[in-house]
């Protein structure tokens, strides 16, 4: 792992601070947002994740001085913001390995393993990641954490299986509670665990995913991000594997 600092503003130029300021997190999103920007390279299909700082880099992607061939998107959401933003939206099937994939966090570790799904988007984020070359993770730093586990783990559930997956999280020290009124791109539900202090990641992923009824587990550790760009209020913190 590496770590860097920059001082500077984002690459947009839009970055504040100064003396006896405090920074929202909204602008520590846009901050770490913009400076994905440097990643997209021109005339690529690139992923495109979900949450409220993805929505600043799709934002950003409308400034680029070069054109991208499209985006592939991660959930209905993403794709109408896309569509706004006149970038086209393509299907991965058709798009095949793609060079790069940029999506937020609900929390993420120095070993930039994360938990991800707080948008109920995790299982099409984790087939954009698994597919993508170079996975950049952005987010405020906020979301950086010690051990995974204190933002409730999502675990998107086929609906008959919804109690005995329920059950079978019980008996592994979880305390699911189902996200009332809320249908998965997939027709899916999700199951929000809590009580959860998470110091082997890929093991617990591997083993509840291998429970029948789960669609996939919203930790991403067997394919964690390759960079994580942490906005603060100092600049863009960047930390690699």
Known sequence: MSLENSQLPSPLGRGVGGKGYKMSSDAMKKRAAEAALQYVE?????GVGTGSTVN???DALVRLKYPIEGAVSSSSMTTE????????VLDLNGAGPLPLYVD???EVDRHLRMIKGGGGALTREKIAAAASEKFI???DQSKLVDVLGAFPLPVEVIPMA????????LKRGGQPVLRENFITDNGNLILDVYNLHI???AQLEAEWNNIPGIVTVGLFAQRPADVLLLGTA???QTIRL
């Open 137 to 139: 993770c952005i987010a």
């Open 162 to 169: 919804r109690s005995y997956v329920g059950r079978e999280l």
């Open 42 to 46: 021109e005339n690529t299909v690139i």
């Open 234 to 236: 100092d600049g863009v």
């Open 81 to 88: 913001r896309l569509k706004a933003c006149r970038i086209p």
């Open 104 to 106: 937020g966090a609900d």
């Open 199 to 201: 110091l082997e990641p």
């Open 56 to 58: 600043y880099f799709i």
